[in-house]
């Protein structure tokens, strides 16, 4: 069959870091996949999260004069995202977020950023990052989509800093944000006056042990065990003014640029999860027989196996597209735009449908075996579904896909 990545969107780079990833996630990640749900000190999650750091992934999007390689390609991104989570979204994640976290940084070329932290992220050792950016909702509303809903402007952002002298006070409660708790170095979305709006958007780089920082409780989910998701308090915590990611409204645009990368990625995981659980249908289902032959060649399993494949290949294709006018600024426009944001946004929506429905098939075709640990299927059924809620999730997505066509009010 011919290559499932479409060679008019991939470089020839793209498809020996697709073949890298593709044979350390067979040998590395597949024998021990379920175990991770039970590996709570994260010993087999930390020596996989090593063993990609000893590949070269924690280092690549930094710049070459920090010992990176300046990797900047969205299609580039959402296929290592497909390929990890084809083994582990959670691994995928607890991996990728340390970038997402980066991303502002990078992008502004914050100076002093990068030369306080970026060696300890390019060497050998491995550093993990977080973006915090979700907070709790309060009587009033506020926290989780408020503060990704580009029409509320950020005015909904609590975690507050203020400039004394020459460094940033800040004092908030953050939740739910990947390897919050466990990371090195935080990217903490702060607002210096919510009623600025987006001009007082602040991405701010907080290490781990300073003072004022302190960590609540793991939230435990359903899957992705992988990556942790402790709460994060700050209380008067104090960082050099240098350490903002660039200045009052630039912040706000590189927060959008975060949505957009961060729906995109996205949607390769979800298409990740979506092909394992089909590769184990497909050959389930050629395997056990019912009434006399097997279940494939009946023709009502056809029929969703035949659905299943649809889903799958439009939403790689609906990503791999969406990813490629992403780095096309030149002709698509600014990647922070509505346009683009509408574009990555029917990318993630439409990938975690299909990977919600394709999950959730497989299993009726597999019957009981579908649904024990053995084959996975129930581990991709559980972990796909937090990608289908998280960034935004499939109701305000859908508002950000209006927001590509018309002047949305909501
Ligand atoms: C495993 C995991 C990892 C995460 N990783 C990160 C991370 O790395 N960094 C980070 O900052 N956050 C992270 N999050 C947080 C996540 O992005 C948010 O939880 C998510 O965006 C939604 O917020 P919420 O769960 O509070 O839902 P809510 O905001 O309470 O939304 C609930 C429902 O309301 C809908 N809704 C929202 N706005 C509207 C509207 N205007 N109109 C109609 N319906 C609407 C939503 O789509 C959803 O259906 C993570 C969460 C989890 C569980």
Same mark, same amino acid.
């Given at each position: 069959m011919p290559d499932e990545y479409l060679d008019v969107f991939l470089k020839d780079e793209?498809?020996?870091?697709?073949?890298?990833?593709?044979?350390?996630?067979?040998?590395?990640?597949?024998p021990v996949r379920q175990q991770i749900d039970d590996d709570k000190d994260h010993v087999i999650v930390r020596r $996989? /999260?090593?063993?990609?750091?000893?590949? !070269?992934?924690?280092?690549?999007?930094?710049?070459?004069?920090?010992?990176?390689?300046?990797?900047?390609?969205?299609?580039?991104?959402? $296929? /290592?995202?497909?390929?990890?989570?084809? !083994?582990d979204s959670g691994i995928c994640t607890a991996c990728n977020v340390t970038t997402w976290a980066w991303i502002p940084a990078i992008a502004a070329n914050n100076q002093a950023v990068l030369d306080r932290f970026a060696p300890e992220f390019t060497g050998k050792d491995l550093r993990m990052g977080c973006f915090s950016m979700t907070e709790p909702g309060g009587a009033h509303g506020g926290g989780g989509c408020d503060i990704e809903n580009v029409n509320l402007h950020a005015k909904k952002l609590r975690t507050k800093a203020t400039l004394e002298g020459d460094e940033w006070v800040i004092n908030g409660h953050k939740m739910w944000a990947s390897s919050q708790g466990v990371a090195d170095l935080y990217a903490v979305v702060c607002t210096t006056d919510p009623n600025l709006g987006d001009e007082g958007v602040a991405i701010i780089y907080v290490p781990k042990e300073t003072k004022g920082v302190t960590f609540g409780k793991d939230e435990h989910k359903a899957g992705m065990a992988a990556e942790k998701n402790?709460?994060?308090?700050?209380?008067?915590?104090?960082?050099?003014?240098?350490?903002?990611?660039?200045?009052?409204?630039?912040?706000?645009?590189?927060l959008h640029n975060n949505f957009v990368i961060g729906r995109l990625v996205s949607a390769g995981m979800a298409v990740g999860q979506a092909q394992a659980a089909f590769d184990t249908v497909l050959k389930y289902t050629g395997d056990r027989i019912v009434a006399d032959r097997p279940i494939r060649?009946?023709?009502?399993?056809?029929?969703?196996?035949?659905?299943?494949?649809?889903?799958?290949?439009?939403?790689?294709?609906?990503?791999?597209?969406?990813a490629w006018m992403y780095d096309h600024p030149e002709k698509y426009g600014a990647p922070t735009s509505h346009y683009m944001l509408s574009r990555g946004t029917i990318a993630k929506v439409h990938a975690c449908e299909v990977a919600v429905s394709v999950t959730n098939k497989a299993m009726e075709l597999m019957g009981s075996f579908g649904y024990v640990r053995e084959y996975d299927v129930e581990k991709y059924w559980r972990d796909c579904k937090m990608i289908q809620l998280w960034e935004g999730g499939a109701q305000l997505g859908r508002l950000d896909v209006c927001r590509g066509y018309y002047d949305l009010k909501l």
């Amino acid at each position: 069959m011919p290559d499932e990545y479409l060679d008019v969107f991939l470089k020839d780079e793209d498809f020996m870091m697709r073949d890298m990833i593709r044979s350390f996630v067979d040998k590395e990640i597949m024998p021990v996949r379920q175990q991770i749900d039970d590996d709570k000190d994260h010993v087999i999650v930390r020596r $996989i /999260l090593q063993g990609l750091t000893d590949l !070269g992934i924690q280092k690549s999007p930094f710049p070459p004069e920090y010992g990176g390689m300046g990797a900047k390609s969205a299609v580039s991104a959402c $296929i /290592l995202h497909e390929e990890l989570s084809r !083994g582990d979204s959670g691994i995928c994640t607890a991996c990728n977020v340390t970038t997402w976290a980066w991303i502002p940084a990078i992008a502004a070329n914050n100076q002093a950023v990068l030369d306080r932290f970026a060696p300890e992220f390019t060497g050998k050792d491995l550093r993990m990052g977080c973006f915090s950016m979700t907070e709790p909702g309060g009587a009033h509303g506020g926290g989780g989509c408020d503060i990704e809903n580009v029409n509320l402007h950020a005015k909904k952002l609590r975690t507050k800093a203020t400039l004394e002298g020459d460094e940033w006070v800040i004092n908030g409660h953050k939740m739910w944000a990947s390897s919050q708790g466990v990371a090195d170095l935080y990217a903490v979305v702060c607002t210096t006056d919510p009623n600025l709006g987006d001009e007082g958007v602040a991405i701010i780089y907080v290490p781990k042990e300073t003072k004022g920082v302190t960590f609540g409780k793991d939230e435990h989910k359903a899957g992705m065990a992988a990556e942790k998701n402790h709460s994060m308090y700050l209380e008067n915590v104090r960082v050099p003014k240098e350490w903002r990611a660039a200045g009052p409204g630039v912040d706000a645009e590189l927060l959008h640029n975060n949505f957009v990368i961060g729906r995109l990625v996205s949607a390769g995981m979800a298409v990740g999860q979506a092909q394992a659980a089909f590769d184990t249908v497909l050959k389930y289902t050629g395997d056990r027989i019912v009434a006399d032959r097997p279940i494939r060649q009946h023709s009502i399993a056809a029929g969703m196996l035949a659905d299943m494949a649809i889903g799958i290949e439009t939403a790689r294709w609906a990503y791999l597209a969406a990813a490629w006018m992403y780095d096309h600024p030149e002709k698509y426009g600014a990647p922070t735009s509505h346009y683009m944001l509408s574009r990555g946004t029917i990318a993630k929506v439409h990938a975690c449908e299909v990977a919600v429905s394709v999950t959730n098939k497989a299993m009726e075709l597999m019957g009981s075996f579908g649904y024990v640990r053995e084959y996975d299927v129930e581990k991709y059924w559980r972990d796909c579904k937090m990608i289908q809620l998280w960034e935004g999730g499939a109701q305000l997505g859908r508002l950000d896909v209006c927001r590509g066509y018309y002047d949305l009010k909501l």
